[in-house]
C-alpha cells in the first residue's frame, strides 16, 4: 500500500474507536440519568445537600457581615481621630496666627518707639549744637 492507503486506514481506525467511544459515552449517561433520577426521589436527601448550602451560605452572609461591620468600625474609629488631629491643629493654627499678630503689634510699638527716641536725640543734638 502506498501513502494514501494509510492515511485512510488511520481515519476508518479513528472513526472504529470513536464509535465506541460514542457507545461508552451513552451508556455513561444512561447510568448517570439513572442515578439521578433515583436521588431526586428521595426529598430528605435533597434537603440535606440543600439546608449544607444554605448554611454554608449563611455562614458566608454572617462573615460578611461580622467583616463590614469591623471594617466600618475601624473606619468609624480612624474618622474620629482623624476629626480630633483636625479639631488640635486647627485650635495650633489660631494660637500661632494670634501669637503673630501679638508680635506684629510688638514689632509696631518698638518701630514707634525706635521712632521717637530718633526725633528726641535729633532735637537734643539741634538744642545741644
Known sequence: MDDGDDSI?????NQDTGSREGVDDRSARKQMSSTAKASFRNKSQVAAPL????KSTQDASKIHSLYQ????????????????????????????????????KELLNQKRTIA????????MQKDFF
Open 9 to 13: 486506514l488511520d481515519g476508518l481506525t
Open 69 to 104: 461591620d469591623l471594617y466600618l468600625t475601624d473606619l468609624k474609629n480612624d474618622v474620629g481621630e482623624l476629626e480630633t488631629d483636625l479639631s488640635r491643629e486647627k485650635e495650633k493654627n489660631l494660637q500661632l496666627t494670634q501669637q503673630l499678630a501679638k508680635s506684629k
Open 51 to 54: 439546608s449544607k448550602v444554605q
Open 116 to 123: 521717637n527716641y530718633r526725633k528726641a536725640v535729633t532735637e
